[in-house]
């Protein structure tokens, strides 16, 4: 069964400081990986989609993930986290011909001064 | 890229009334919807997919005669909470897939459902 699996409920780094969110999936094929951010109250907001091809994709806001078959993981990562960088963040795989987007529990993201 | 509206952002309705939410994909035809429900502080799960001019595909668990979904058109899709009880509050927010293009969902900023 597809799944999508967030270690880490939260995370708390300091302003300016270098982030990365994990991610890991189960998936029958070849998956299309999301991660999305909501901020409290807040709809979803695409941050970035990988699809196929180059396996380190740009984001929005300046986010990044990479990509690892072989990890089955899809990491997201920023170099220099923002006050308003704070949020919950969702890694999701799907869909595909139809199907349902799956979403991993989420990681809430502190950031401190 | 494509926009899909909700609405109501939020609503407040008495125990034991009925209430409508709408999903619209504004610039788009969306062959299928799918309607997520979220718990505060908890991740999204889908309630039920929708394709247009058919009945609604129901998740395990997920009590379809209480959560009546609609999907007349390309365009829209309806997601009733009859009955509604306390319980119900939650955050619902509804994707749609572009026809013809079934990569990528398009999410509504959500709604807001308080039941008291």
């Known amino acids: 069964a597809q799944s999508v699996t967030q270690p880490d409920i939260h995370i708390t780094v300091s302003e300016g400081a270098s982030l990365e969110l994990r991610c890991n999936y189960s998936?029958?094929?070849?998956?299309?990986l999301f991660w999305y951010v909501q901020s409290p109250g807040q709809g979803l907001q695409l941050l970035l989609k990988?699809?196929?091809?180059?396996?380190l994709v740009q984001g929005i806001k300046g986010f990044e993930a990479e990509f690892k078959r072989s990890q089955s993981s899809f990491n997201l990562r920023k170099p220099s986290v923002h006050w308003s960088d704070a949020a919950e963040y969702f890694c999701?795989?799907?869909?595909?011909?139809?199907?349902?987007?799956?979403f991993g529990a989420g990681t809430r993201l502190f950031v401190k001064a | 890229g494509a926009v899909v509206s909700q609405h109501p952002s939020w609503v407040i309705c008495k125990s034991g009334t009925s209430v409508k939410i709408e999903c619209r994909s504004l610039?788009?035809?969306?062959?299928?919807m799918f309607w997520y429900r979220q718990f505060p502080k908890q991740s999204l799960m889908l309630m039920a997919t929708?394709?247009?001019?058919?009945?609604?595909?129901?998740e395990q668990g997920v009590e379809k005669d209480k959560f009546l979904i609609n999907h007349a058109s390309l365009t829209l899709s309806t997601l009733t909470v009859t009955s509604a009880h306390p319980e119900d509050s939650s955050f619902y927010i509804c994707?749609?897939?572009?026809?013809?293009?079934?990569?990528?969902?398009?999410f509504g900023q959500g709604t807001r459902l308080t039941v008291v």
């Open positions: 994707s749609a897939l572009e026809g013809g293009s079934n990569t990528e969902a398009f």
């Open positions: 990988y699809f196929s091809g180059d396996t």
């Open positions: 999701a795989v799907g869909p595909t011909g139809g199907f349902k987007t799956i």
């Open positions: 610039d788009f035809q969306a062959t299928t």
């Open positions: 998936y029958g094929a070849t998956p299309y």
């Open positions: 929708s394709n247009e001019g058919s009945k609604a595909t129901y």
